[in-house]
């Protein structure tokens, strides 16, 4: 089992970065795929971005590639999202996830079973 805690989320002006950490207990976090999702309000939650255990594989929800940027570092037992370029659109609260699988194979409906409890991005115009 792995928990998880997100930190870096906050109020930020268009054009802002902002990068996200999710910092993971456990020893096994190189055994996990890694995701992040968004939840904007009165919305459904959205996948963004995925990586694999071994952070050689990504996979991204549409065009948020030209964006975001995911990453880990398995020595640190973080994963972030590295955001660019900020609109108001992409105001959310962001969580991110895991699933323990060795598999190189992302997509934007994989499950995942572990679920951080989110922190808040705010984009103001």
């Known amino acids: 089992q792995v928990q998880l805690v997100e930190s870096g989320g906050g109020l930020v002006q268009a054009g802002d970065s902002l990068r996200l950490s999710c910092a993971a207990s456990?020893?096994?976090?190189?055994?996990?795929?890694m995701g992040w999702f968004r939840q904007a309000p009165g919305k459904g939650r959205e996948f963004v971005a995925a990586?694999?255990?071994?952070?050689?594989?990504?996979y991204y929800a549409g065009s948020r590639k030209d964006r975001f940027t995911i990453s880990r570092d398995n020595a640190k037992n973080t994963v972030y999202l590295q955001m660019n370029s900020l609109t108001p659109e992409d105001t959310a609260v962001y969580y991110c996830?895991?699933?323990?699988?060795?598999?190189?194979?992302?997509?934007?409906?994989?499950?995942?079973?572990?679920w951080g409890q989110g922190t808040q991005v705010t984009v103001s115009s």
């Open positions: 996830a895991a699933v323990r699988t060795l598999t190189n194979i992302l997509t934007a409906t994989m499950r995942f079973d572990y």
């Open positions: 456990g020893r096994t976090f190189s055994s996990y795929a």
């Open positions: 990586i694999s255990w071994s952070g050689g594989h990504t």
